[in-house]
């Protein structure tokens, strides 16, 4: 009897252990992958009604579980009119991680493509802590450098003009954080000229989503500085998942006004991304080019 309640027990146990881990797999799963990744679309194909497919490609902005989901506001506001989005996005990938991923953007047929990748190539710069948790997590090959940021950024380029139809659009890089006079910020102006002149060479429009946001800015704000340190990354995911925040409440819990740990896009700067896409997307092909 003894053996048979053991046995019981222990078989409880083990159902319950695998009913954890099932349940937290699930509840993992939208962050290595979203939801509405390529894959996911190459298994059921385009919808009956799509007249226009967009793949939007990236790091953890474009990915939506770290940042607002800008993404779901392009539904909102296009889903309804024949608009369809793929979400090409993962989070902590540099430039040459999504060039490894192109095959499956390409697979897609998309009918546009938008690009926002290269903060994580300015953080990589940085150094320790950055660039070994890079390697580590995300297998880069080189040490980072704004010339293999630019390599890479004109191969996927350079591809989706050759191996697809779509239309395209680079959108420029935020700010990391908001002290707009500090070195970081001032790398990134540096990649974003590198990105302005690529796209003038290939013809592509430039969505200005940094002056967008820097616009955005209060003027008489004294944001705090960007250390480059990663605590306040598991701040936001904490106050997001456990204390259930808006983007908005934990970026101005953390003393910003867009960004909600001097990386991710709160609420408020996600509308800008939507906005832009959607103004591209409907305009006439050739209404936005390139800065010249």
Known sequence: MRLLVRGAIVAVLVTGAALAARTAARALAPWRVPADS???????????ATRTLVVCAGDSITHGVMSADYLGLLRGRLGGDGYEFVNAGINGNLAWNVLQRLDDVVACRPDAVTLLVGSNDVLATQGPPWEPMYRRQQHIPVTPTRSWYVENLREIIDRLLAETGARLAILDLPPLGEDLDSEINGRVGEYNAALREIATEKGIPVLPLHDRLVALLPADGTPP???GRRGLMGSAIFRRLV????????????????????????DRAAAVVAELIADWLVSPEDALRAPG
């Open 38 to 48: 390529p894959a996911v679309f190459l298994a059921h194909g385009r919808a009956p």
């Open 225 to 227: 500085p960007f250390e």
């Open 243 to 266: 204390l259930r925040r808006s983007w908005d409440e934990i970026a101005e819990a953390h003393g910003l006004a867009l960004l909600t740990d001097h990386l991710h896009l709160n």
